[in-house]
């Protein structure tokens, strides 16, 4: 092998090192901007949380899912994943561990409320903008 040979090899194997890098830096940034269901200015971005717990199994078919807070303009992706908008006093009017998700948007975290309506093992995702605010249950 000459010494052109050799150049045109390393030439062409840095191209594809670069090539890589490039594809790589693109991917991670595509994921990165898919990752937080919080955006900087502490807005909940819903679909991403909604597609986050059906990709993780916690939007099951058959599952009883709710949102507490004002639905909005996020009514229809909520229908789309089967997660009824309620208001407290609905949710008040539940038994008691019947949930299998509560998701809290609300303006008052009532904890003590959505434990009393969660099935053991279920999940509850609340958005809580004051860490003062978070004062869990014992359980």
Known sequence: MDASS??????VARTVLLGVLVLSLASLRLA??????LANDNELHLPILLTELNNRGYLHHGGRAVFLGDAGSWLPFLE????????AVQLLAMPDESMD???DHSDG????LVDRVLKVGGVAAVFAALKAALQLPDN
Do not use: D, Y
């Open 80 to 87: 789309q994943s089967h997660v009824a908008p309620v208001s």
């Open 101 to 103: 998700l509560v998701l």
């Open 6 to 11: 050799g150049g045109i090899l390393r030439l």
């Open 32 to 37: 990165l901007a898919l990752a937080p269901a």
């Open 109 to 112: 975290v009532e904890f003590n």
